[in-house]
């Protein structure tokens, strides 16, 4: 069976109409995924400090580390999404943890702005202007691959499932 996009639930974070919720409320129903988020995001930032000491770079070079953190961690995300979305629906602390949290602090496209910055103002600028548009290209089709390899992987344990 072929992985459907458009088969995705809507997300569950986001309501169709704005809630009457203040912000007391909002804090106060959501303050136990903060430490959630923290620990999930500490995680994700040490992951990518390593790879940024196994691929270091000059501001005259590419940053591989960077590419590598943004673009794997767009590919999770996408995975994550497809699993959260619709198998892992119920539980509260799998998306702040590993999304927010640990991918959110594991790609770092603030960086990768950095980076691009070094690269124009070291003379680079067509590598600069490369590394801009192919990081966005490759993270948005790993995202799209993450998504759909997810679908798949779902739609085959239910075909399993029902085989049974």
Same mark, same amino acid.
């Given at each position: 069976?072929?992985?459907?996009?458009?088969?995705?639930?809507?997300?569950?974070?986001?309501? +169709? +109409?704005?809630?009457?919720?203040?912000?007391?409320?909002?804090?106060?129903?959501?303050?136990?995924?903060?430490?959630?988020?923290?620990?999930?995001?500490?995680?994700?930032?040490?992951?990518?400090?390593?790879?940024?000491?196994?691929?270091?770079?000059?501001?005259?070079? #590419? @940053?591989?580390?960077?590419?590598?953190?943004?673009? +794997?961690?767009?590919?999770?995300?996408? #995975?994550?999404? @497809?699993?959260?979305?619709?198998?892992?629906?119920?539980?509260?602390?799998?998306?702040?943890?590993?999304?927010?949290?640990?991918?959110?602090?594991?790609?770092?496209?603030?960086?990768?702005? #950095?980076?691009?910055?070094?690269?124009?103002?070291?003379?680079?600028?067509?590598? +600069?202007?490369?590394?801009?548009?192919?990081?966005?290209? @490759?993270?948005?089709? @790993?995202?799209?691959?993450?998504?759909?390899?997810?679908?798949?992987?779902?739609?085959?344990?239910?075909?399993?499932?029902?085989?049974?």
């Amino acid at each position: 069976m072929e992985a459907d996009l458009h088969r995705l639930p809507l997300d569950s974070d986001v309501t +169709a +109409a704005p809630s009457a919720a203040t912000l007391r409320e909002l804090v106060a129903d959501n303050a136990d995924l903060l430490p959630v988020i923290a620990v999930g995001g500490a995680l994700g930032s040490l992951a990518r400090w390593g790879l940024s000491e196994a691929f270091p770079h000059g501001p005259d070079e #590419l @940053a591989w580390g960077t590419v590598i953190a943004n673009v +794997a961690g767009s590919l999770l995300l996408g #995975l994550l999404m @497809a699993f959260v979305l619709d198998v892992w629906s119920e539980r509260r602390y799998v998306r702040p943890f590993l999304g927010v949290g640990v991918l959110g602090g594991f790609t770092t496209f603030s960086t990768y702005e #950095l980076d691009a910055r070094g690269l124009f103002a070291t003379g680079r600028p067509g590598l +600069a202007l490369a590394y801009l548009g192919g990081s966005v290209l @490759a993270a948005l089709l @790993a995202v799209l691959i993450g998504v759909v390899a997810g679908r798949a992987a779902i739609d085959r344990r239910r075909d399993r499932e029902l085989t049974r």
